[in-house]
């Protein structure tokens, strides 16, 4: 079977579970245990901040940092296709009573004179403006990377107008490898970053969220507040670490297999623009006269595993379970698929 429906699919590899198993572990609430500190650590210092905070899952971790950052009543700026707004069941309404606002954009990315047409006079009237997300890669747009000048201008334009900065970065690691640079030449402009270690990177769970230190212990509270206290999940920080320590650089197997699929798709007669596919995910349209659900239960009798992705669209996320044999056997499947 080729699955490729995420990136989330992965199984730990046989050195991840090594690690978990010699991880050594305490109770984490209480904050003793060290390899859950030796994470924090680690990725505090990889995107350049003061402190880091280990938590289940991305969405977690960018609905503390909405909490943190914002007081109900609040508008928050954000592309309309972004993952906190579309995949986090409405959090940030109902956990943190702020408003989203949302920016058209045709890959994700957008600039300040979007944000300069949006932003609210100070009037009792409006919500007060008060923070800014972005989000590196950009999922729904296909895994496209913002560059650092567009980030700095995002947080110029920010600082001009007392706005925070949020970056949801679950898919840095595939933006710092696309773009050949450091993931702190992004982060050290945002107020708070959010990355994940399932997503591109193989661990079984697990996110953090980073910022300085006074944020990270107001983002403590707030983990415990939603139930994401854990106690001996150092086991689960050991195969974040074993991640990040072997998996990062070879995200690059990832993007050329995931150019690969686009050039066959293109070839074929699916609707993409090959040449914009940056990383890992690639989001197609069918033929007209075919069906994208019909597509799917199609793939899934061959052997391939893909999901539908809006109308009449399918997203295929390339990953390290993923090699070069099952990327040629999905591109033989789309192909069957339209003589079928």
């Known amino acids: 079977m080729v ?3 995420s990136d989330t699919v992965t199984r730990p590899t046989k050195g991840m579970l090594e690690a978990m198993v ?3 572990v305490g109770d984490d609430v209480f904050g003793d245990d060290p390899t859950v500190i030796q994470l924090q650590e680690k990725v505090a210092d990889i995107l350049g901040k003061e402190d880091a905070l280990f938590v289940p899952s991305g969405t977690m971790a960018n609905q ?9 009543g609040d508008e928050v700026y954000c592309d309309a296709g972004c993952h906190l707004m579309n995949y986090e069941s409405g959090a940030p309404s109902f956990l943190s009573g702020v408003q989203l606002r949302a920016i058209s954009t045709e890959r994700g990315i957008f600039n300040p004179s979007q ?5 609210r006079p100070n009037n009792i009237h409006f919500p007060p403006s008060k923070l800014v ?5 950009h999922n729904r747009a296909g895994g496209t ?19 925070l900065l949020h970056l949801d970065g679950a898919r840095i690691w595939n933006a710092a490898v696309a773009a050949n640079v450091k993931v702190k030449e992004w982060t050290q402009y945002a107020d708070t970053v959010t990355v994940c270690f399932s997503k591109g990177l193989g661990a079984p769970i697990g996110s953090a969220i980073v910022s300085t230190k006074e944020k990270i212990q107001d983002a403590r509270r707030i983990r ?24 990062r650089e070879r995200l690059i197997e990832d993007h050329i297999r995931a150019k690969r699929l686009a050039e066959a798709l293109e070839t074929l007669g699916y609707t993409i623009r090959s040449k914009d596919v940056q990383t890992n995910i ?12 019909e597509l799917v239960e199609f793939g899934k009798k061959e052997g391939v595993l893909f999901t539908a992705f809006g109308k009449n669209k399918i997203r295929l996320v390339t990953h390290l379970d993923v090699n070069d044999d099952g990327i040629e056997k999905a591109i033989h499947m789309f192909k069957k698929y339209l003589v079928h």
């Open 22 to 24: 010699h991880a050594t």
């Open 133 to 137: 997300t972005i989000e590196n890669t």
């Open 224 to 247: 415990k507040r939603l139930g994401g206290g854990m106690r001996q999940v150092g086991y689960l920080a050991a195969c974040a670490i074993y991640a990040l320590d072997h998996h």
């Open 282 to 293: 690639v989001i197609f349209e069918v033929p007209e006269k075919k069906n994208n659900n």
């Open 145 to 163: 990377v913002w560059s650092v000048k567009e980030v700095e201008d995002i947080s110029n334009f920010c600082k001009n107008f007392n706005l």
């Open 3 to 5: 699955d490729l429906r």
């Open 115 to 119: 944000l300069d047409e949006l932003i």
């Open 64 to 72: 503390i940092a909405i909490k943190i950052l914002t007081n109900p």
